[in-house]
Protein backbone atom coordinates (compact mmCIF):
# COMPACT_ATOMS: atom_id res chain seq x y z
CA UNK A 1 0.00 0.00 0.00
CA UNK A 2 1.03 3.28 -0.71
CA UNK A 3 1.70 6.28 1.68
CA UNK A 4 0.34 9.77 2.21
CA UNK A 5 3.92 10.86 1.81
CA UNK A 6 6.84 10.05 -0.79
CA UNK A 7 9.71 10.95 0.99
CA UNK A 8 9.10 13.73 2.76
CA UNK A 9 7.18 14.99 -1.02
CA UNK A 10 2.75 14.94 -0.21
CA UNK A 11 0.86 12.22 -2.18
CA UNK A 12 0.10 14.07 -5.17
CA UNK A 13 -1.98 10.81 -6.45
CA UNK A 14 -4.36 11.25 -3.18
CA UNK A 15 -4.62 15.10 -3.34
CA UNK A 16 -5.82 14.07 -7.51
CA UNK A 17 -8.49 11.41 -5.80
CA UNK A 18 -9.56 14.63 -3.40
CA UNK A 19 -9.62 17.08 -6.63
CA UNK A 20 -12.00 14.67 -8.60
CA UNK A 21 -14.22 13.87 -5.77
CA UNK A 22 -14.75 17.37 -5.45
CA UNK A 23 -15.35 17.66 -9.05
CA UNK A 24 -18.27 14.68 -8.09
CA UNK A 25 -19.49 17.13 -5.82
CA UNK A 26 -20.17 20.07 -8.53
CA UNK A 27 -21.30 17.54 -10.73
CA UNK A 28 -24.22 17.39 -8.40
CA UNK A 29 -24.77 20.98 -8.02
CA UNK A 30 -24.99 22.35 -11.89
CA UNK A 31 -26.52 19.04 -13.40
CA UNK A 32 -29.70 20.12 -10.96
CA UNK A 33 -29.03 23.89 -11.07
CA UNK A 34 -29.41 23.01 -14.91
CA UNK A 35 -32.13 20.72 -14.82
CA UNK A 36 -34.39 22.72 -12.04
CA UNK A 37 -36.83 24.70 -14.77
CA UNK A 38 -37.57 21.30 -16.43
CA UNK A 39 -38.26 19.40 -13.32
CA UNK A 40 -40.84 22.74 -12.69
CA UNK A 41 -42.54 22.16 -16.09
CA UNK A 42 -42.64 18.27 -15.86
CA UNK A 43 -43.82 18.05 -12.29
CA UNK A 44 -45.95 21.51 -11.98
CA UNK A 45 -43.70 22.84 -9.03
CA UNK A 46 -43.28 26.57 -7.52
CA UNK A 47 -40.60 28.70 -7.92
CA UNK A 48 -39.93 28.34 -3.82
CA UNK A 49 -40.35 24.78 -4.33
CA UNK A 50 -37.66 24.55 -6.58
CA UNK A 51 -35.69 26.45 -4.49
CA UNK A 52 -36.59 24.61 -1.75
CA UNK A 53 -35.01 21.40 -3.87
CA UNK A 54 -32.14 23.45 -4.62
CA UNK A 55 -31.55 24.01 -1.11
CA UNK A 56 -32.06 20.84 0.09
CA UNK A 57 -29.26 19.90 -2.62
CA UNK A 58 -26.74 22.07 0.07
CA UNK A 59 -27.88 22.55 3.56
CA UNK A 60 -27.78 18.41 4.38
CA UNK A 61 -23.74 19.14 3.52
CA UNK A 62 -24.05 20.73 6.88
CA UNK A 63 -25.19 17.57 8.69
CA UNK A 64 -22.79 14.99 7.50
CA UNK A 65 -19.72 17.60 7.40
CA UNK A 66 -19.99 18.11 11.38
CA UNK A 67 -20.74 15.06 12.11
CA UNK A 68 -18.07 13.19 10.49
CA UNK A 69 -15.78 15.82 11.70
CA UNK A 70 -15.77 14.99 15.18
CA UNK A 71 -15.40 11.44 14.49
CA UNK A 72 -13.49 11.17 11.38
CA UNK A 73 -9.81 11.08 13.05
CA UNK A 74 -10.67 7.75 14.97
CA UNK A 75 -13.19 6.25 11.86
CA UNK A 76 -10.79 6.55 9.29
CA UNK A 77 -10.85 9.62 6.20
CA UNK A 78 -10.88 6.15 3.53
CA UNK A 79 -14.13 5.18 5.15
CA UNK A 80 -15.94 8.01 5.39
CA UNK A 81 -14.83 8.59 1.59
CA UNK A 82 -16.73 4.97 0.88
CA UNK A 83 -19.98 6.19 2.29
CA UNK A 84 -19.64 9.42 0.37
CA UNK A 85 -19.23 7.37 -2.80
CA UNK A 86 -22.81 5.00 -1.99
CA UNK A 87 -24.32 8.19 -0.92
CA UNK A 88 -23.25 9.80 -4.32
CA UNK A 89 -24.83 6.33 -6.41
CA UNK A 90 -27.65 6.21 -4.25
CA UNK A 91 -28.49 9.60 -5.00
CA UNK A 92 -28.31 9.49 -9.04
CA UNK A 93 -30.27 5.98 -9.05
CA UNK A 94 -33.17 7.93 -6.93
CA UNK A 95 -33.29 11.44 -8.78
CA UNK A 96 -33.49 9.33 -12.07
CA UNK A 97 -37.03 7.24 -10.99
CA UNK A 98 -38.10 9.96 -8.88
CA UNK A 99 -41.94 10.35 -9.83
CA UNK A 100 -42.78 14.27 -8.19
CA UNK A 101 -41.38 16.80 -5.54
CA UNK A 102 -40.92 14.73 -2.50
CA UNK A 103 -38.38 12.09 -4.65
CA UNK A 104 -36.35 14.61 -6.17
CA UNK A 105 -35.90 16.26 -2.40
CA UNK A 106 -34.60 13.17 -0.66
CA UNK A 107 -32.61 12.33 -3.61
CA UNK A 108 -31.13 15.71 -3.16
CA UNK A 109 -30.95 15.27 0.13
CA UNK A 110 -28.74 12.61 0.11
CA UNK A 111 -26.37 13.97 -2.73
CA UNK A 112 -25.66 16.99 -0.20
CA UNK A 113 -25.27 14.57 2.67
CA UNK A 114 -22.21 12.36 0.12
CA UNK A 115 -20.86 15.76 -0.64
CA UNK A 116 -20.47 16.73 2.81
CA UNK A 117 -18.85 14.06 3.62
CA UNK A 118 -16.31 14.24 0.77
CA UNK A 119 -15.59 17.89 1.79
CA UNK A 120 -14.88 16.46 5.74
CA UNK A 121 -11.65 14.88 4.14
CA UNK A 122 -10.67 16.56 1.31
CA UNK A 123 -10.27 19.85 3.79
CA UNK A 124 -8.49 18.47 6.33
CA UNK A 125 -6.81 15.80 4.10
CA UNK A 126 -4.96 18.66 1.91
CA UNK A 127 -4.40 21.31 4.81
CA UNK A 128 -2.26 18.73 6.46
CA UNK A 129 -0.54 17.61 3.75
CA UNK A 130 0.33 21.57 2.82
CA UNK A 131 0.56 23.08 6.28
CA UNK A 132 2.74 25.56 4.79
CA UNK A 133 0.83 26.70 2.18
CA UNK A 134 -2.78 25.68 2.32
CA UNK A 135 -4.52 28.37 0.91
CA UNK A 136 -2.69 27.81 -2.43
CA UNK A 137 -3.49 24.05 -2.24
CA UNK A 138 -6.80 24.38 -0.81
CA UNK A 139 -7.43 26.70 -3.40
CA UNK A 140 -6.67 24.14 -6.43
CA UNK A 141 -8.48 21.96 -4.33
CA UNK A 142 -11.67 23.85 -4.63
CA UNK A 143 -10.87 24.25 -8.72
CA UNK A 144 -12.12 20.71 -8.54
CA UNK A 145 -15.17 22.19 -7.84
CA UNK A 146 -15.28 25.05 -10.40
CA UNK A 147 -13.47 22.53 -12.82
CA UNK A 148 -16.83 19.99 -11.84
CA UNK A 149 -19.11 22.77 -13.08
CA UNK A 150 -17.46 23.63 -15.98
CA UNK A 151 -17.46 19.85 -17.38
CA UNK A 152 -20.48 18.41 -15.54
CA UNK A 153 -22.32 21.65 -17.39
CA UNK A 154 -20.48 21.21 -20.92
CA UNK A 155 -21.65 17.52 -21.14
CA UNK A 156 -25.27 18.18 -19.53
CA UNK A 157 -25.70 20.98 -22.31
CA UNK A 158 -24.06 19.00 -25.43
CA UNK A 159 -26.61 16.89 -24.86
CA UNK A 160 -29.06 19.57 -25.56
CA UNK A 161 -32.00 20.78 -24.71
CA UNK A 162 -34.28 18.07 -25.79
CA UNK A 163 -32.52 15.02 -23.85
CA UNK A 164 -34.22 13.55 -21.16
CA UNK A 165 -32.90 14.91 -17.68
CA UNK A 166 -32.70 11.77 -16.64
CA UNK A 167 -29.26 10.91 -18.60
CA UNK A 168 -28.01 14.43 -17.39
CA UNK A 169 -28.23 13.34 -14.33
CA UNK A 170 -26.95 10.01 -14.35
CA UNK A 171 -23.29 12.24 -15.67
CA UNK A 172 -22.70 12.49 -11.59
CA UNK A 173 -22.09 8.48 -11.90
CA UNK A 174 -18.50 9.12 -14.33
CA UNK A 175 -16.52 11.43 -11.67
CA UNK A 176 -18.17 8.97 -8.85
CA UNK A 177 -16.36 6.26 -10.30
CA UNK A 178 -13.46 7.84 -11.09
CA UNK A 179 -12.72 8.92 -7.29
CA UNK A 180 -13.62 5.44 -5.64
CA UNK A 181 -11.01 3.93 -7.80
CA UNK A 182 -8.49 6.36 -7.28
CA UNK A 183 -8.64 6.44 -3.46
CA UNK A 184 -8.81 3.12 -2.80
CA UNK A 185 -5.41 2.14 -2.93
CA UNK A 186 -4.27 5.73 -0.68
CA UNK A 187 -2.51 5.76 2.23
CA UNK A 188 -4.51 8.94 3.83
CA UNK A 189 -2.36 11.31 6.34
CA UNK A 190 -2.45 11.70 10.09
CA UNK A 191 -4.48 15.16 11.12
CA UNK A 192 -1.83 17.97 11.71
CA UNK A 193 -3.94 18.10 14.96
CA UNK A 194 -3.09 14.52 16.26
CA UNK A 195 0.57 14.70 14.49
CA UNK A 196 1.10 17.87 17.16
CA UNK A 197 -0.36 15.95 20.46
CA UNK A 198 -3.40 18.77 20.34
CA UNK A 199 -6.21 16.50 22.43
CA UNK A 200 -9.41 16.06 20.60
CA UNK A 201 -11.17 18.13 23.85
CA UNK A 202 -8.65 21.04 22.86
CA UNK A 203 -10.04 20.48 19.10
CA UNK A 204 -13.49 20.97 20.72
CA UNK A 205 -12.90 24.27 22.61
CA UNK A 206 -11.55 26.12 19.60
CA UNK A 207 -15.97 26.44 18.47
CA UNK A 208 -16.87 26.07 21.90
CA UNK A 209 -20.62 26.67 22.62
CA UNK A 210 -20.64 30.07 20.53
CA UNK A 211 -19.69 28.39 17.54
CA UNK A 212 -21.75 25.23 18.57
CA UNK A 213 -24.95 27.80 19.22
CA UNK A 214 -24.32 28.77 15.02
CA UNK A 215 -24.05 26.08 13.57
CA UNK A 216 -26.84 23.77 15.83
CA UNK A 217 -29.54 26.67 15.54
CA UNK A 218 -29.10 26.68 11.59
CA UNK A 219 -29.47 22.24 11.01
CA UNK A 220 -31.94 22.39 14.06
CA UNK A 221 -34.32 24.69 12.56
CA UNK A 222 -33.77 23.45 9.27
CA UNK A 223 -34.75 20.27 10.33
CA UNK A 224 -37.63 21.74 11.80
CA UNK A 225 -39.04 23.22 8.65
CA UNK A 226 -38.60 19.66 6.88
CA UNK A 227 -40.39 17.58 9.98
CA UNK A 228 -42.85 19.78 11.26
CA UNK A 229 -40.98 21.07 14.58
CA UNK A 230 -42.77 24.17 16.41
CA UNK A 231 -40.40 26.79 17.26
CA UNK A 232 -40.30 26.40 20.83
CA UNK A 233 -38.88 22.96 20.30
CA UNK A 234 -36.46 24.01 17.84
CA UNK A 235 -35.12 26.53 20.70
CA UNK A 236 -35.16 24.11 23.03
CA UNK A 237 -33.08 21.15 20.96
CA UNK A 238 -31.01 24.16 20.00
CA UNK A 239 -30.13 24.88 23.81
CA UNK A 240 -29.97 21.86 25.15
CA UNK A 241 -27.24 20.83 22.51
CA UNK A 242 -25.72 23.48 22.88
CA UNK A 243 -25.62 23.83 26.81
CA UNK A 244 -23.87 20.18 26.36
CA UNK A 245 -20.89 21.08 23.96
CA UNK A 246 -20.27 24.26 26.55
CA UNK A 247 -20.40 22.03 29.90
CA UNK A 248 -18.32 19.40 28.06
CA UNK A 249 -15.89 22.02 26.67
CA UNK A 250 -15.72 24.60 29.13
CA UNK A 251 -15.41 27.17 26.30
CA UNK A 252 -17.22 29.93 24.33
CA UNK A 253 -14.51 29.33 21.32
CA UNK A 254 -12.53 31.49 19.75
CA UNK A 255 -13.99 35.12 19.02
CA UNK A 256 -12.27 35.17 15.70
CA UNK A 257 -13.88 31.87 14.49
CA UNK A 258 -17.12 32.92 15.97
CA UNK A 259 -16.80 36.01 13.88
CA UNK A 260 -15.52 34.37 10.61
CA UNK A 261 -18.68 31.77 11.23
CA UNK A 262 -21.01 34.84 11.05
CA UNK A 263 -19.38 36.08 7.54
CA UNK A 264 -19.67 32.43 6.16
CA UNK A 265 -23.30 33.03 5.93
CA UNK A 266 -23.13 35.94 3.69
CA UNK A 267 -20.29 34.38 2.01
CA UNK A 268 -21.49 31.40 0.91
CA UNK A 269 -25.53 32.89 -0.23
CA UNK A 270 -23.15 35.08 -2.36
CA UNK A 271 -21.82 32.52 -4.72
CA UNK A 272 -23.35 29.24 -4.27
CA UNK A 273 -27.13 30.55 -3.23
CA UNK A 274 -26.74 32.56 -6.51
CA UNK A 275 -25.15 29.84 -8.73
CA UNK A 276 -28.02 27.38 -7.77
CA UNK A 277 -30.39 30.07 -9.34
CA UNK A 278 -28.29 31.30 -12.10
CA UNK A 279 -29.27 29.48 -14.69
CA UNK A 280 -33.28 30.02 -14.19
CA UNK A 281 -32.25 33.81 -13.67
CA UNK A 282 -30.98 34.17 -16.64
CA UNK A 283 -32.81 31.76 -18.85
CA UNK A 284 -35.36 34.94 -20.54
CA UNK A 285 -32.28 37.12 -21.88
CA UNK A 286 -29.77 34.60 -22.99
CA UNK A 287 -32.78 33.02 -24.93
CA UNK A 288 -32.90 36.25 -26.54
CA UNK A 289 -29.23 35.96 -27.63
CA UNK A 290 -29.53 32.78 -29.06
CA UNK A 291 -27.73 30.80 -25.84
CA UNK A 292 -28.61 28.27 -22.85
CA UNK A 293 -28.78 30.04 -19.69
CA UNK A 294 -26.68 27.03 -18.41
CA UNK A 295 -23.73 28.88 -19.99
CA UNK A 296 -23.43 31.69 -17.99
CA UNK A 297 -22.48 29.59 -15.01
CA UNK A 298 -20.10 27.00 -17.05
CA UNK A 299 -18.55 30.17 -17.87
CA UNK A 300 -18.26 31.97 -14.70
CA UNK A 301 -17.02 28.61 -12.94
CA UNK A 302 -14.31 28.48 -16.02
CA UNK A 303 -13.11 31.87 -14.46
CA UNK A 304 -12.92 30.40 -11.29
CA UNK A 305 -10.82 27.05 -12.49
CA UNK A 306 -8.33 29.13 -13.88
CA UNK A 307 -7.97 31.65 -11.02
CA UNK A 308 -7.79 28.64 -8.66
CA UNK A 309 -5.41 26.58 -10.05
CA UNK A 310 -2.89 29.49 -10.21
CA UNK A 311 -3.75 31.09 -6.99
CA UNK A 312 -0.32 31.11 -5.48
CA UNK A 313 1.07 34.55 -6.31
CA UNK A 314 -1.81 36.16 -5.68
CA UNK A 315 -2.87 34.38 -2.27
CA UNK A 316 1.11 35.41 -1.55
CA UNK A 317 0.63 39.02 -2.47
CA UNK A 318 -2.83 39.37 -0.50
CA UNK A 319 -3.66 38.51 2.97
CA UNK A 320 -6.29 36.15 3.40
CA UNK A 321 -8.49 39.31 5.01
CA UNK A 322 -6.76 41.85 2.33
CA UNK A 323 -7.94 39.28 -1.01
CA UNK A 324 -11.89 38.34 0.41
CA UNK A 325 -12.60 42.55 0.97
CA UNK A 326 -11.83 42.73 -2.92
CA UNK A 327 -13.31 40.01 -3.89
CA UNK A 328 -16.40 40.76 -1.85
CA UNK A 329 -16.73 44.22 -3.55
CA UNK A 330 -15.95 43.06 -7.36
CA UNK A 331 -18.86 40.55 -6.54
CA UNK A 332 -20.96 42.99 -5.80
CA UNK A 333 -20.58 44.94 -8.98
CA UNK A 334 -20.98 41.98 -10.71
CA UNK A 335 -24.11 40.54 -9.38
CA UNK A 336 -25.79 44.52 -9.42
CA UNK A 337 -24.97 44.35 -12.98
CA UNK A 338 -26.08 41.31 -14.13
CA UNK A 339 -29.58 42.33 -12.76
CA UNK A 340 -30.45 44.72 -15.40
CA UNK A 341 -27.99 43.78 -18.17
CA UNK A 342 -28.83 42.92 -21.83
CA UNK A 343 -27.86 40.79 -24.19
CA UNK A 344 -24.12 40.54 -24.73
CA UNK A 345 -23.18 42.75 -21.53
CA UNK A 346 -24.77 39.80 -19.28
CA UNK A 347 -21.42 38.09 -20.44
CA UNK A 348 -19.33 41.14 -18.94
CA UNK A 349 -21.24 41.09 -16.29
CA UNK A 350 -20.80 37.61 -15.66
CA UNK A 351 -17.06 38.08 -15.44
CA UNK A 352 -17.11 40.65 -13.07
CA UNK A 353 -19.04 38.40 -11.17
CA UNK A 354 -16.84 35.45 -11.75
CA UNK A 355 -13.80 37.03 -10.82
CA UNK A 356 -15.23 38.21 -7.39
CA UNK A 357 -16.56 34.95 -6.42
CA UNK A 358 -13.39 32.72 -7.68
CA UNK A 359 -11.62 33.13 -4.00
CA UNK A 360 -14.55 33.23 -1.52
CA UNK A 361 -14.90 29.77 -0.63
CA UNK A 362 -11.05 28.16 -0.67
CA UNK A 363 -9.89 31.42 1.44
CA UNK A 364 -12.24 31.31 3.61
CA UNK A 365 -11.40 27.63 4.46
CA UNK A 366 -7.85 28.38 4.32
CA UNK A 367 -7.80 31.41 7.07
CA UNK A 368 -10.02 29.08 9.50
CA UNK A 369 -6.87 26.20 9.05
CA UNK A 370 -4.16 28.81 9.33
CA UNK A 371 -5.55 30.78 12.32
CA UNK A 372 -7.00 27.80 14.46
CA UNK A 373 -4.88 24.71 13.89
CA UNK A 374 -5.49 23.14 17.01
CA UNK A 375 -9.55 22.95 15.80
CA UNK A 376 -8.02 20.07 13.18
CA UNK A 377 -10.93 18.97 11.30
CA UNK A 378 -14.27 20.39 12.89
CA UNK A 379 -13.11 24.16 12.29
CA UNK A 380 -12.05 23.66 8.90
CA UNK A 381 -15.23 21.76 8.09
CA UNK A 382 -17.69 23.62 10.32
CA UNK A 383 -17.15 26.67 8.67
CA UNK A 384 -17.56 24.82 5.60
CA UNK A 385 -20.65 23.10 6.85
CA UNK A 386 -21.85 26.52 7.89
CA UNK A 387 -21.66 27.97 4.38
CA UNK A 388 -23.71 25.18 2.82
CA UNK A 389 -26.34 25.21 5.19
CA UNK A 390 -26.30 29.39 4.84
CA UNK A 391 -26.73 28.77 0.80
CA UNK A 392 -29.25 25.96 1.02
CA UNK A 393 -31.33 27.70 3.50
CA UNK A 394 -31.13 31.37 2.93
CA UNK A 395 -29.44 31.66 -0.28
CA UNK A 396 -31.21 29.29 -2.93
CA UNK A 397 -34.51 29.98 -0.60
CA UNK A 398 -34.54 33.51 -0.29
CA UNK A 399 -34.18 34.29 -4.22
CA UNK A 400 -37.30 31.77 -4.81
CA UNK A 401 -39.36 33.41 -2.31
CA UNK A 402 -38.26 37.23 -3.91
CA UNK A 403 -39.11 36.19 -7.45
CA UNK A 404 -42.69 34.21 -6.39
CA UNK A 405 -43.05 37.69 -3.94
CA UNK A 406 -42.24 39.84 -7.21
CA UNK A 407 -44.51 38.15 -9.12
CA UNK A 408 -47.20 38.03 -6.72
CA UNK A 409 -46.79 42.08 -6.43
CA UNK A 410 -46.47 42.75 -10.35
CA UNK A 411 -49.52 41.15 -11.48
CA UNK A 412 -51.39 42.53 -9.00
CA UNK A 413 -50.33 46.08 -9.90
CA UNK A 414 -50.98 44.91 -13.65
CA UNK A 415 -54.74 44.06 -12.90
CA UNK A 416 -55.47 47.13 -10.75
CA UNK A 417 -53.86 49.06 -13.95
CA UNK A 418 -55.66 47.01 -16.42
CA UNK A 419 -58.89 46.15 -15.18
CA UNK A 420 -57.94 42.47 -15.27
CA UNK A 421 -58.41 39.41 -13.22
CA UNK A 422 -54.90 37.20 -14.08
CA UNK A 423 -54.20 37.58 -10.30
CA UNK A 424 -57.09 35.93 -9.21
CA UNK A 425 -57.04 33.57 -11.79
CA UNK A 426 -53.63 32.31 -12.03
CA UNK A 427 -52.13 33.55 -8.69
CA UNK A 428 -53.61 30.95 -6.84
CA UNK A 429 -51.34 28.89 -4.67
CA UNK A 430 -50.92 29.62 -1.05
CA UNK A 431 -47.52 28.02 -0.14
CA UNK A 432 -45.53 28.25 3.24
CA UNK A 433 -41.78 28.42 3.14
CA UNK A 434 -38.77 29.00 5.56
CA UNK A 435 -39.30 33.02 4.80
CA UNK A 436 -42.83 33.38 5.36
CA UNK A 437 -46.26 32.89 3.37
CA UNK A 438 -46.50 33.42 -0.46
CA UNK A 439 -49.01 32.88 -3.17
CA UNK A 440 -47.42 31.44 -5.98
CA UNK A 441 -48.48 30.92 -10.30
CA UNK A 442 -50.02 27.72 -10.60
CA UNK A 443 -48.57 26.63 -13.48
CA UNK A 444 -51.02 23.88 -14.83
CA UNK A 445 -53.87 27.05 -14.96
CA UNK A 446 -51.57 29.44 -16.43
CA UNK A 447 -50.66 26.55 -19.34
CA UNK A 448 -54.57 27.06 -20.05
CA UNK A 449 -54.32 30.75 -20.53
CA UNK A 450 -54.86 32.70 -23.67
CA UNK A 451 -52.07 33.55 -25.63
CA UNK A 452 -52.22 37.37 -24.30
CA UNK A 453 -52.15 36.41 -21.14
CA UNK A 454 -49.55 34.14 -20.73
CA UNK A 455 -47.48 36.60 -22.74
CA UNK A 456 -48.09 39.25 -20.04
CA UNK A 457 -47.24 36.65 -17.51
CA UNK A 458 -44.12 35.23 -18.67
CA UNK A 459 -43.07 39.43 -19.20
CA UNK A 460 -43.77 39.90 -15.49
CA UNK A 461 -41.80 36.71 -14.50
CA UNK A 462 -38.71 37.35 -16.62
CA UNK A 463 -38.33 41.02 -14.87
CA UNK A 464 -38.68 39.43 -11.34
CA UNK A 465 -36.14 36.87 -12.42
CA UNK A 466 -33.26 39.86 -12.99
CA UNK A 467 -34.15 41.87 -10.82
CA UNK A 468 -33.94 39.21 -7.72
CA UNK A 469 -29.89 39.54 -8.36
CA UNK A 470 -29.83 42.92 -7.31
CA UNK A 471 -31.46 42.01 -3.42
CA UNK A 472 -28.45 39.46 -3.31
CA UNK A 473 -25.69 42.64 -3.81
CA UNK A 474 -26.51 43.26 0.05
CA UNK A 475 -24.57 40.17 1.28
CA UNK A 476 -21.35 40.63 -0.36
CA UNK A 477 -21.83 44.52 0.69
CA UNK A 478 -21.70 42.87 4.55
CA UNK A 479 -18.83 40.81 3.67
CA UNK A 480 -17.04 44.38 2.12
CA UNK A 481 -17.05 45.56 5.22
CA UNK A 482 -16.24 42.59 7.48
CA UNK A 483 -12.97 42.10 5.68
CA UNK A 484 -12.21 45.54 6.37
CA UNK A 485 -12.95 45.76 9.81
CA UNK A 486 -10.67 42.18 10.06
CA UNK A 487 -8.02 43.99 8.15
CA UNK A 488 -7.55 47.11 10.60
CA UNK A 489 -7.58 44.48 13.76
CA UNK A 490 -5.00 42.78 12.27
CA UNK A 491 -3.09 45.68 11.34
CA UNK A 492 -3.40 46.79 15.05
CA UNK A 493 -1.79 43.46 15.96
CA UNK A 494 0.97 44.12 13.57
CA UNK A 495 -0.24 42.28 10.55
CA UNK A 496 -1.83 39.40 9.80
CA UNK A 497 0.08 35.75 9.87
CA UNK A 498 -1.11 31.93 10.20
CA UNK A 499 -0.63 30.59 13.35
CA UNK A 500 1.41 27.32 13.16
CA UNK A 501 1.69 24.31 16.15
CA UNK A 502 5.18 24.08 15.34
CA UNK A 503 6.54 27.80 16.39
CA UNK A 504 9.79 27.24 14.01
CA UNK A 505 7.46 27.93 11.31
CA UNK A 506 5.82 30.69 12.03
CA UNK A 507 5.49 33.06 8.83
CA UNK A 508 5.75 36.78 8.80
CA UNK A 509 2.99 39.28 8.74
CA UNK A 510 0.95 40.67 5.88
CA UNK A 511 0.20 43.68 6.66
CA UNK A 512 -2.85 44.27 3.82
Same mark, same amino acid.
Given at each position: ?258 ? /? @?? !????? *???? +?? &?? #?????? $? ?39 ? /? @?? !????? *???? +?? &?? #?????? $? ?39 ? /??? !? ?123
Amino acid at each position: MTTAKTGNQPDLKLFYACFISLVTTAFGFILRALILPQWGHDFNLTQTQLGEIAGVGLWPFAISIVLFSLVIDKIGYKTAMIFAVICHITSAVLTIFASGYWMLYIGSFICAIGNGTVEAVANPVVATMFPKQKIKWLSMLHAGWAGGLVLGGVMALLLGANTRWEYKIALILIPTIIYALMMISRKFPVNERVQAGVSYKEMLQEVGAGGALIIVALIIFQLGAVFGWSTTANVIITLLLTAGFGYYTRSFGQPLFIV /L @LL !IMIPL *ATTE +LG &TD #SWITDL $MTPEMNKIGFQAGWVLVYTSAIMFVLRFFAGPISHRFSSPG /L @LA !ICSAI *AGIG +LY &TM #SFSAGT $MILVAATIYGLGKSFFWPTMLGMVSERFPKGGALTLNITGG /LGM !IAAGVIGAGILGFIQDKSVDQKISAYDQAHQTAIHSTYVTEQKTSFFGDYKALDQAKLSTANADEQLTVTNIRDTAKKEALRYIVFFPLIMLVSFLLLLLYFRSKGGYKAVTLNPADEPEATPY
